[in-house]
């Protein structure tokens, strides 16, 4: 998961352990999108951009967005499809003459933006269209490869833009996923404890009370999420930046991806395509909450309260290849010590699995 080996990047210029990357323009609220030009002048952004945007989200956002800065500058237009490596390398030739990057679409698309500014040296700009996990303001790509997705270093967006009015009318299941991914911060972080205490882990308390308090925000307001309305939108789109800052004061995505990331890492693996990353992460926090001695009836509640996955069946899959995940978790960036760690026996991950159809 490290993305050894992958033709990547340009070359690193600072220790992430020692510097802070965040993004300097935050904007989230109604309409949002009508700001880019005052952002990409408030910036200092150039007059050529290239926007990567989605065969879908092109009519959501792109466009519009096109035509916002028409009088601005010169756009080049680039569509994401699969999001691979080759694609990547399109993208970058076809915007090798730009002055900086827009990405404007689902995670795929900001991840397909992310890399391909990091690696053209140009600054990013990100329009979420949806709001499914963490992604969307945070340092790290995850790119698809034929063997499973591999989670690169890049660099954060120098400029959120979210349109809540966008974001809103997105499918209901993506925002779901974007709860479920910032309520596993929680296992995320007792993990990361984990390994403090065992391992002499060197932690950041920062970073650890913001993403703790940005699940505690999101779980406080699962009714108004539930809700469906652009209030909720908003409540999730502030929680994804926030828990993306905690990744980047971090210098990690350690303070928001613990076992439970594992397993929905080793699942893209095991069952790629079968649900949304966060979908996979809310159901393998409940299984380490429980493995760490937790709340877990609470995390699943809350799941259930915003309409996300709590069972391998609901996700499409089947137990057997749930329990697989688990024991394959351990085998993804083994230098990252989790409680799936700790000994988990075959039996011991049937166990676990079987507790998640528990009857409330
Ligand atoms: N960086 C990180 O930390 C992480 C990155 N990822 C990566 O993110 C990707 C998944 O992101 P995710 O957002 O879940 O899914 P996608 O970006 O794949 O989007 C899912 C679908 O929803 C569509 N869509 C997006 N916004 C809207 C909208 N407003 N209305 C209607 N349809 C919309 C997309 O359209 P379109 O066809 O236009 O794209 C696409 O068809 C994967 O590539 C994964 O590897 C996952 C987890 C963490
Ligand atoms: O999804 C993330 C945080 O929510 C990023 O985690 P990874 O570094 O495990 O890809
Ligand atoms: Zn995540």
Redesign the pocket.
């Known amino acids: 998961m490290g993305g050894e080996g992958i033709k990547v990047l340009r070359e690193k210029v600072f220790d992430k352990s020692k510097w802070m990357q965040l993004p300097r323009d935050v904007l989230i609220g109604h309409n949002m999108l009508d700001e880019l030009p005052s952002v990409c002048q408030d910036l200092g952004l150039g007059r050529h951009a290239l926007l990567i945007?989605?065969?879908?989200?092109?009519a959501?956002?792109g466009d519009r967005i096109a035509s916002l800065l028409e009088d601005r500058c010169e756009v080049t237009t680039f569509i994401?499809?699969a999001?691979s490596l080759d694609e990547i390398a399109v993208a970058e030739e076809v915007g090798a003459g730009a002055d900086f990057v827009i990405g404007a679409?689902?995670?795929?698309?900001?991840?397909t933006a992310?890399i391909v500014s990091y690696n053209l040296d140009r600054q990013f700009v990100s329009v979420?269209?949806?709001g499914?996990?963490?992604?969307?303001a945070?340092a790290?790509?995850?790119?698809?490869t034929p063997e499973g997705?591999v989670?690169l270093d890049a660099h954060p967006p120098i400029a959120v833009v979210a349109d809540t009015a966008?974001?809103a009318?997105?499918?209901p299941r993506?925002l779901a996923?974007g709860c479920a991914?910032i309520i596993s911060n929680y296992t995320a972080i007792l993990d990361w404890e984990l390994a403090h205490r065992l391992r002499g882990d060197a932690v950041s308390e920062y970073a650890m009370a913001l993403s703790k308090m940005t699940a505690e925000i999101v779980v406080k307001n699962t009714g108004v999420i539930s809700a469906r309305t652009e209030e909720s939108a908003w409540i999730v789109m502030k929680a994804l930046v926030s828990s993306g800052v905690a990744m980047s004061i971090a210098g990690s995505?350690r303070p928001a991806s613990g076992g439970e990331h594992k397993f929905s890492h080793a699942l893209?693996r095991l069952a790629p395509g079968k649900a949304?990353?966060?979908e996979q992460c809310g159901v393998g926090a409940i299984m380490t909450m429980y493995l760490h001695g937790g709340d877990w009836r609470w995390i699943r509640d809350s799941l259930k309260r915003i309409g996300a996955p709590t069972t391998p069946a609901e996700l499409g899959i089947d137990d057997e290849t749930a329990v697989e995940a688990l024991l394959e978790a351990r085998t993804i960036r083994p230098e990252r010590f989790t409680i799936l760690d700790m000994g988990l026996s075959r039996e011991s991950a049937r166990r676990l699995v079987r507790m998640l159809y528990e009857k409330e």
């Not at 679409?105 to 991840?111: A, L």
């Not at 499914?132 to 969307?136: E, L, N, V």
């Not at 790290?140 to 698809?144: C, K, L, Q, T």
């Open positions: 945007t989605g065969e879908r989200t092109r959501i956002a994401v499809r999001g679409g689902g995670g795929r698309v900001i991840d992310k979420p269209t949806a499914a996990h963490d992604g969307i945070s790290r790509a995850s790119i698809p997705s989670s966008i974001v009318a997105a499918p993506l996923a991914d995505s893209d949304l990353h966060g």
